[in-house]
Nanobody, 120 residues
Framework: QEPLVESGGGLVQPGGSLRLSCATS????????MGWYRQAPGKQREFVAR???????NYADSLKGQFTISRDITMATVYLQMNSLKPEDTAVYYC??????????????WGQGTQVTVSS
């Protein structure tokens, strides 16, 4: 069984919203910082947001106020609510788990990725 399983990607019009989900285990929540990265075609994978085992959230500066990360401990699921989506938000979004601050070199587990396409 994969440790991180994403869902919720798809096609959305500019200005629309999507919510991504990442299902994992409760043990991951207690051990790891969870978060999201994204990778657009021809670009490097970049940090989007993270939430610590204590529940503290942090965001990429450019995405503050647009994206919200949250979690449901009983469901062992991390969410990424994405609002006011723009074509430049088009990317494959990856769930990640690892040690704080969840810089890319500290990610221990990656999800399989889910495609988000913002287009009219």
């Amino acid at each position: 069984q994969e440790p991180l399983v994403e869902s919720g990607g798809g096609l959305v019009q500019p200005g629309g919203s999507l919510r991504l989900s990442c299902a994992t285990s409760r043990s991951f929540f207690s051990i790891y910082t969870m978060g999201w990265y994204r990778q657009a075609p021809g670009k490097q994978r970049e940090f989007v947001a993270r939430i610590s085992s204590g529940g503290t959230a942090n965001y990429a500066d450019s995405l503050k106020g647009q994206f919200t990360i949250s979690r449901d401990i009983t469901m062992a699921t991390v969410y990424l609510q994405m609002n006011s989506l723009k074509p430049e938000d088009t990317a494959v979004y990856y769930c990640a788990a690892g040690r704080s601050p969840l810089s890319i070199d500290r990610v221990a587990y990656w999800g399989q990725g889910t495609q988000v396409t913002v287009s009219s």
